[in-house]
């Protein structure tokens, strides 16, 4: 509650006068009716506008109206230097002044003006925010993605401030690095009245998709009338959710061509028409990124007979016109 002294001189008639001083006392406001009522005090005048005592003060007329100058609303006080005024609307600025009269009914002129703003109910409803839709962004390969702004397409009311001088924040605040999982933002406003507000926004970031880990394991070596085996490998994150991972051997080079027992295994055997050498990849996809690697495959010639050594006459039969043997024994190599 406060008050205002203000002077005012009164005029009662052509040769009376006094001098008066208003005091103001503001009532506060009633919140849930949004009016506010004021109750004025005065100074009585004592004095005539000729200077002779005032001994015939009847009473007081309290004038009002939302003009300066111009009252709309008039209320006999009767001789009490005081009055209330209720059911004023909250906001709204009243021009408030006093005549006085006297037995014979003279009045006075209208005391100085007193403009007076009505005050707004005290301010206790915080902003209104409505929730964010929930988000869902993939990580980069960090694992990590940034926190988008919520604020700048936030919808937030408030019943007295304008959103532009509402305090608005974010955590974690925009551009922050969060991990893969579950974030909850929390989203506030505070209004000018200090009132504050909260939401929780649902943040998720996915981890993202990477392609299949191919290893096409050792080189491998073998001769052309046998078989080698393919130590392949491939390992996958799982996503995307639900998609199936296929690998698929194929032949970059070399002069034949060459048999899988499954070509869509990355373990198997296989087998080469020529001998020489060849390079195979294994490629595997999870339906959306594919890896590679590449095995160099040997393919020896067919191991041929071993040449024989040592070769010797161990026997010797005579002829039937011979009549005496002879056994002789060579040792070397022959040609072919």
């Known amino acids: 509650m ?13 040769r009376r006068a006094a001098w008066l001083s208003v005091a103001m006392l503001v009532c506060g406001g009633h919140g849930l009716a949004q009016a506010a009522e004021i109750r004025l005090a005065w100074d009585p005048p004592t004095n005539n506008t000729d200077g002779t005592v005032l001994t015939d003060l009847a ?31 909250a906001g709204t600025t009243y021009f408030f002044a006093v005549r006085a009269y006297n037995v014979g009914l003279a009045e006075s002129s209208n005391s100085v003006e007193l403009a007076w703003l009505a005050p707004l109910p005290l301010d206790t409803t915080p902003p209104v925010i409505q929730t964010p839709a929930p988000v869902t962004l993939t990580a980069g390969l960090d694992d990590k993605a940034s926190v988008p702004n919520y604020l700048t397409t936030l919808i937030v009311s408030d019943d007295r401030s304008a959103r532009t001088n509402l305090l608005l924040s974010q955590l ?26 909260q939401v929780n926004a649902a943040l998720t970031i996915l981890k993202a998709n990477r392609a299949p880990v191919v290893d096409a394991g050792p080189d491998v070596s073998f001769r052309l009338d046998k078989s080698g085996t393919l130590f392949g490998m491939v390992t996958d994150d799982g996503l995307p959710t639900g998609a ?3 690998a698929t051997w ?8 060459v048999t899988l027992g499954n070509t869509n295994a990355p373990s198997t055997t296989v087998w080469a028409s020529v001998a020489g050498t060849y390079v195979l990849q ?3 996809t999870d ?9 160099m495959l040997t393919v020896l010639p067919r191991a041929l007979p071993g040449k024989p050594d040592k070769v010797r006459v161990v026997t010797i039969t005579p002829s039937a016109s011979s009549s005496t043997s002879t056994t002789t024994t060579t040792t070397g190599t022959l040609a072919p």
């Open 287 to 295: 339906q959306l990124l594919a890896g590679t690697d590449s095995v």
């Open 172 to 197: 974690p605040i925009a551009g922050y690095q969060a991990t893969v999982g579950a974030t909850t933002v929390v989203i506030a406003a505070t209004d000018e009245a200090g009132n504050r507000a």
């Open 250 to 257: 194929s032949k970059l080079s070399g002069p034949g061509s």
């Open 59 to 89: 009473g007081f007329k309290l004038v009002w109206g939302t003009n300066s100058g111009a009252y709309t609303s008039i209320t006999n006080v009767g001789n009490t230097a005081t009055s209330t005024v209720a059911s004023l609307t």
């Open 282 to 284: 294994l490629q595997a």
């Open 2 to 14: 406060s008050a205002i002294l203000l002077a005012a001189q009164w005029f009662q008639g052509a």
């Open 244 to 246: 199936s991972v296929v």
